[in-house]
Structure formats: structure tokens, C-alpha cells
């Protein structure tokens, strides 16, 4: 199954932009990119998703490199309630299986 | 609009014991998804509906585990006899569409399950 590979953990100022990299290299060509974050102990929310182009709406900004190897997602003004675990996920070709993995812990402080 | 919603959201319960879990997904989505994190471990999916038929239950446990959607609406989880290991967090999702077609799924709080 198709991975992603996150850092642990960043940190990033009140007011500031976060950028959040995911690096998905075994991607097939028909695979979207997708970002949920969990607040604390709440539900997996929806961020964004992408395929190949560059997408925004009114949570964030998603920028998928060419070779669709690697994405990042940006927060353009991160507040404190944007501190959660955000998670890059891929889906397993030909299912309908969201591949969670460890995810990023983004600690915005003030 | 109402969201998954999924009952109870807690439940503790001991070695042996029976539990049902409920999830409502959102009105009009036929694809229902139940999703696990379990101590120290990643969200994995479980299995997939489609209205009322499963599509994908690959990732069901094992056998104590009994996941229906009678009339293709809520669906229901029973773990019976519930074990240790099946202590963690239950999340049900919804979708209009099957994601190949770059639709979203939409996850409820969750069910959180501590067996004793």
C-alpha cells in the first residue's frame, strides 16, 4: 500500500504561516492526496484534498510537486486552535482505504 | 446538516462482555466506513459499505467482530466477547460517493471503548 512519511512534530508562531510537508513517493498516478486533522481527541476533520494541481479553499493550501512525490500543506495564518495532529493520507489503489499514518503534532504557540 | 454522528461516546465495559456501536452517517451518503485506533497505534480502517452491502471488510479482526447496515441506513459495530486489545477509539465516516473519484469522507467523534 502506498505510505506517507510526516515528521513528528513542528512548531510554529501564532499569526505565522505552517507549513506541514508529506512526502509520498509510491503514489500511483490516479491517487489523491488528502489532509484530516484531529483536534485533541475529536474525529479525523477534513482539510483539503488534491491530485495534481495546486489546491486552496478556505481552511488551507495544498502544493503538490510535479512528480507528485512529496505535498505540503499550509496554514497561511496559524492560531492557536490550529494546534492538532494533521495527517497526509493516500488511498490504497483500487479501494475505497484511507491509509492513516503517524502524522505531524503542530503546536502553534503564542 | 447533521454530521456522522456515532453512539455511545463512551463505553466501558469488561473482558467478555458484549458492545454495540452505532453509527448515523450523514443523510443521503451511501457509503459507510468504520475506522479504528487502538493504544499506541495508527487509525486503520475496518470495512466499507455501500448502502447496505459490505464492500471492503478487510481489515475486521477478526470474527468477534460483526459490523451491519440493515436498510442501507445506520450501521451498528458489535464486538462480542470483547477483549483487551480491543480498547481504543471507533470512528465511523461517510461519503456520497466512492473516493476514487476524489470524494470526501466525513468521520464522526468517535466511540471510545475501554474494556477492563
Known amino acids: 500500500d502506498a505510505k506517507t512519511t510526516q515528521p513528528p512534530s513542528m512548531d510554529c508562531a501564532e499569526g505565522r504561516a505552517a507549513n506541514l510537508p508529506c512526502n509520498h513517493s509510491?503514489?500511483?498516478?490516479?491517487?489523491?492526496v488528502y489532509w484530516y486533522r484531529q483536534i485533541h481527541s475529536q474525529g479525523p476533520q477534513y482539510i483539503i484534498h488534491?491530485?495534481?494541481n495546486n489546491e486552496t479553499n478556505e481552511m488551507a493550501s495544498l502544493i503538490i510537486t510535479e512528480d507528485r512525490k512529496s505535498s505540503t500543506l499550509i496554514l497561511p495564518h496559524a492560531t492557536l486552535r490550529d494546534t492538532a495532529v494533521y495527517y497526509c493520507?493516500?488511498?490504497?489503489?483500487?479501494?475505497?482505504?484511507?491509509?492513516f499514518g503517524t502524522g505531524t503534532r503542530l503546536q502553534v504557540f503564542p | 446538516e447533521a454530521g456522522v454522528t456515532q453512539f455511545p461516546s463512551h463505553s466501558v465495559i469488561e473482558k467478555g462482555q458484549t458492545v454495540t456501536l452505532r453509527c448515523d452517517p450523514i443523510?443521503?451518503?451511501?457509503?459507510l466506513y468504520w475506522y479504528r485506533r487502538v493504544m499506541g497505534k495508527e487509525i486503520k480502517f475496518l470495512l466499507h459499505?455501500?448502502?447496505?452491502?459490505?464492500?471492503?471488510e478487510s481489515g475486521m479482526p477478526n470474527n468477534r467482530f460483526l459490523a451491519e447496515r440493515t436498510g442501507g441506513t445506520y450501521s451498528t459495530l458489535k464486538v462480542q466477547p470483547a477483549e483487551l486489545e480491543d480498547s481504543g477509539v471507533y470512528f465511523c465516516?461517510?461519503?456520497?460517493?466512492?473516493?476514487?473519484?476524489?470524494?470526501?469522507?466525513?468521520f464522526g467523534e468517535g466511540s471510545w471503548l475501554t474494556v477492563v
Open positions: 465516516a461517510s461519503s456520497q460517493e466512492r473516493l476514487g473519484s476524489g470524494n470526501t469522507i466525513y
Open positions: 509510491t503514489i500511483s498516478g490516479n491517487e489523491y
Open positions: 488534491g491530485l495534481k
Open positions: 493520507i493516500v488511498r490504497a489503489p483500487n479501494t475505497d482505504k484511507l491509509i
Open positions: 443523510s443521503g451518503h451511501d457509503n
Open positions: 459499505f455501500v448502502k447496505e452491502s459490505k464492500q471492503d
